[in-house]
Structures are given as structure tokens and as C-alpha cells.
């Protein structure tokens, strides 16, 4: 069973450019999360679809930020225009129940440096 | 707001000794996890914690739950070279389905 893929896994961008980085979960899985890791810093929530709704998006830190899920399948996650303070890791993870038995299955992450 | 605190941030070691690493949280929660990521890969989920009292094991690694104090607990012991990675904490807050992280522990067990 394939995991969750995310791509690209490295991005090096300048400030004021757009960036769009993807996210294929686990086949079947419902739940969408995108989290990303500033500077060595926690794991920041950033938000969650269930299918193709967003259910949660109160991580998200500005209107540069966009995130979509079309088809309930893979989601995007779209910086225009990228400021430095973006840089860092974006994970992205999925799960398939929500109640007592959730586990998250992560991606290896895109690491974004806006320079 | 639910916030998690995880010390130490940096921990090197010997082979062979025991030690713990620390995830308090702030407000209610109905579970807590336990990850590990080693450098450039996803995170691989190791524990999930669920009830107070809660102790899981899995090798070298034990975890456990102390929900009236808001504190999980994950104990090495006789650590080896290829514990050597980044271990997390992550707690979703009651009636919500947002997980929120700590810090992270880097872990480096020396030979």
C-alpha cells in the first residue's frame, strides 16, 4: 500500500514567487491535514479537510495561503506570494476514521526555502 | 488554546543509559501520540495514549499517561545508536480534531 506522497520535497523559491505544493494521502482516507515546521520550531497545524470540505482551517496564517482538495482525492497547498517567514517544512497526513481509533500516516514532508 | 510544552529539546547520550523525555499540555485532551522522525523522512507514529494510567512499550521505548497532571511521559532505556532520531508528542484537544505538536526532541545516542 502506497503512503501518503507529498511533492516536491525540496522547493527553493524568491520572495514574491508562487509555490504550489501537493499532497496524495492514503487511498480511501478521508481526512487531509497540512502542518508545517518553522525553524526547528513545533509541528503548527494548519488545516484539515474531510473529503473535499474544508473542516478546519483556523491554522492557516494569511490569505496567501490556499489550500484545495479537489475531488476529495489529492490536495494543494498554494503560497502566492511566498515571504521569507514561509520557509519550512509542510507535512501533510491522512486518516481514514476520526473517532477513538484515528492514526495519522504522514508524508516525508516538502521542505520550502523562500530566499 | 491548548498548547504542549516537550523538554528536553536536545538530548545526547551513551549506549546503554535509561533517560525520559517530557510532553505536559495544557488543557483537556482525550489522547496524546508519540512520534518519530528521522531526518528527511515522515513521521512514524509509535504510541497513542488514550486513558489515564495509560503505559504502552515497545522495545526500549515506554510511554505513559497522567491526564490529572497533564503530563505524558516517553523512557529510553538502555538506549541504542539507532533510537538516534527526533521524537514528538502530539495531543488533540477534546472535541476537536486538531492535533497539535511540541517541540520535538532530537535525540543523538552516541556509541
Known amino acids: 500500500e502506497a503512503g501518503v506522497t507529498q511533492f516536491p520535497s525540496h522547493s527553493v523559491i524568491e520572495k514574491g514567487q508562487t509555490v504550489t505544493l501537493r499532497c496524495d494521502p492514503i487511498?480511501?482516507?478521508?481526512?487531509l491535514y497540512w502542518y508545517r515546521r518553522v525553524m526547528g520550531k513545533e509541528i503548527k497545524f494548519l488545516l484539515h479537510?474531510?473529503?473535499?470540505?474544508?473542516?478546519?482551517e483556523s491554522g492557516m496564517p494569511n490569505n496567501r495561503f490556499l489550500a484545495e482538495r479537489t475531488g476529495g482525492t489529492y490536495s494543494t497547498l498554494k503560497v502566492q506570494p511566498a515571504e521569507l517567514e514561509d520557509s519550512g517544512v509542510y507535512f501533510c497526513?491522512?486518516?481514514?476514521?476520526?473517532?477513538?481509533?484515528?492514526?495519522?500516516?504522514f508524508g516525508s514532508g516538502t521542505q520550502l526555502s523562500v530566499l | 488554546e491548548l498548547k504542549v510544552e516537550q523538554n528536553p529539546l536536545f538530548l545526547s547520550m551513551q549506549e546503554g543509559k535509561n533517560y525520559t523525555i517530557y510532553c505536559n499540555y495544557s488543557?483537556?485532551?482525550?489522547?496524546l501520540y508519540w512520534y518519530r522522525q528521522d531526518p528527511g523522512k515522515s513521521l512514524e507514529s509509535l504510541f497513542v495514549?488514550?486513558?489515564?494510567?495509560a503505559v504502552k512499550q515497545e522495545g526500549r521505548l515506554m510511554a505513559s499517561l497522567d491526564t490529572k497532571a497533564r503530563l505524558s511521559t516517553l523512557h529510553i532505556t538502555a538506549a541504542v545508536h539507532d533510537l538516534s532520531a527526533t521524537y514528538f508528542c502530539?495531543?488533540?484537544?477534546?472535541?476537536?480534531?486538531?492535533?497539535?505538536f511540541g517541540t520535538g526532541t532530537r535525540l543523538k545516542v552516541l556509541a
Open positions: 497526513a491522512s486518516s481514514q476514521d476520526r473517532d477513538l481509533n484515528e492514526k495519522l500516516f
Open positions: 487511498s480511501g482516507h478521508d481526512n
Open positions: 479537510f474531510v473529503k473535499e470540505s474544508k473542516q478546519d
Open positions: 488543557t483537556t485532551s482525550d489522547r
Open positions: 495514549l488514550l486513558s489515564n494510567g
Open positions: 502530539a495531543v488533540r484537544g477534546s472535541g476537536t480534531y486538531k492535533y497539535i
